[in-house]
């Protein structure tokens, strides 16, 4: 008590208890509820492990079949919001759209601000998980100039995803299993990674006791930055910088390596794991699949695989052990899907909310007080004011 130790970055800083998401950097295992990602990524569908995430236990076929069909009762989307996306440029970026909109369905269900019973917090959550895909294809097809889709009550959660966004006018939207099973992957992956950058705002956002809608506008902002989901977006346009370059890989090496140059490897290097990312291996296998099994040769895989293998046997990543992350193979999958590069860190967000949800109901369940961190105070000590014809 009394005593401040400053830790910017929080890198030893444990701001709370958590029964969410086990992570072992060191080790590089991640466990959602005590499941392993690699067996949950390989048996399980991104609604169950969101059900597994928010309440703790992998659901039951009937517990599952309710929380979707709540998820489906609470999709539509007030019309007027719809007036708030016209308003944006198409220049603008997804995220930021994306942020804004999730914010602004606060002042469309403002019940969902008053989460003090087990029940309406409940209503909060099936709510968003259940608009939150259709803002997210309103952001892409808003961009492309296309009409606004919504979901079908017959399809799965992650097919729906798929459909609104790439149903086109006039035509059936035939649905392809090798994307929607890539998709339910690369969704369970990012579903949750204990506090982040992205979830510590939700969290610290949300123990203000502002809405769960608002709490999850924050963590879309800071997912956004280049250092965190923004790398995914990053890594592909540095992958196609260096294809257009002549595929000079050892030149962007030596960049990373340059003090001087604020380039980084994006894709690569983590906070916490320092050994390997469990997610970047399974994704760098799904990618091979991913692409093998939609027919496509991508030279940009071939430029990823060479960049990792000179970065493994390169002093500099090994010794500050920089392996590849979540983010370095995922940009290479969501292309061959046909996702434009812009929306990749809306893809990421989609992914995370899950987590979001379970770590803002956790701490909210857990009645922890406002997040208020102190600080070393460096600044001018005492003195007089000056008039402005003094100054
Ligand atoms: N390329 C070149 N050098 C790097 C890189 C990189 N990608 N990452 C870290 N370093 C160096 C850094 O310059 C520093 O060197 P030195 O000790 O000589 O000063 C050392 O490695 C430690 O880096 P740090 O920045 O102190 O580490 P951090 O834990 O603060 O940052 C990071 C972690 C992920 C922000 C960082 O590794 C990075 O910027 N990576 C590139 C962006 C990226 O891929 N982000 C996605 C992260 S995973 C998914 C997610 O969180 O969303």
Partial sequence: K????????????????????FLDGEKGILRYRGYSIEELAEKADFLEVAYLLIFGELPTQEQLDKFHADIKEKSVVDDDIKKILDAFPKSAHPMGVLSSLTSALTAFYPT?????????????????????PVLVSWTMRKKHGLPLEYGDDNLGYVENVLKMMFKKPNSEYVQNPILVNALDKLLILHADHEQNCSTSTVRITGSSHAGLF?????????????????????????????????????????????????FRLMGFGHRVYKN????????????????????????ILDIAKGLEKEALEDQYFVDRKLYPNVDFYSGIIYRAM???VEMFTVMFALGRLPG???????????????GRPRQLYVGETHRAFKPIEKR
């Fill in 214 to 262: 608002v709490s999850l506008a924050s963590g879309i902002s800071a997912l956004w930055g280049p250092l965190h989901g923004g790398a995914n977006q990053a890594v592909l346009e540095m992958l196609e910088a260096i294809k257009e370059d002549g595929g000079d890989t050892k030149k962007y090496m030596a960049k990373a390596k340059d003090k001087n140059d604020p």
């Fill in 2 to 21: 009394g005593v401040i130790t400053i830790d910017p970055g929080y890198k030893n800083t444990g701001s709370c208890e958590s029964a969410i998401t």
């Fill in 356 to 370: 979001w949800i379970a770590q803002w109901r956790e701490m909210r369940m857990r009645k922890e007080p406002i």
């Fill in 112 to 132: 969902s601000v008053d989460v003090n019973s087990e029940e309406a917090m409940y209503n909060a959550i099936v709510r968003i998980l259940g608009k939150f």
């Fill in 338 to 340: 046909g996702i434009p």
């Fill in 276 to 299: 390997f990312d469990p997610r970047a291996r399974i994704i760098k296998v799904a990618a091979d699949e991913v692409l093998g099994d939609l027919g496509i040769e991508d030279p």
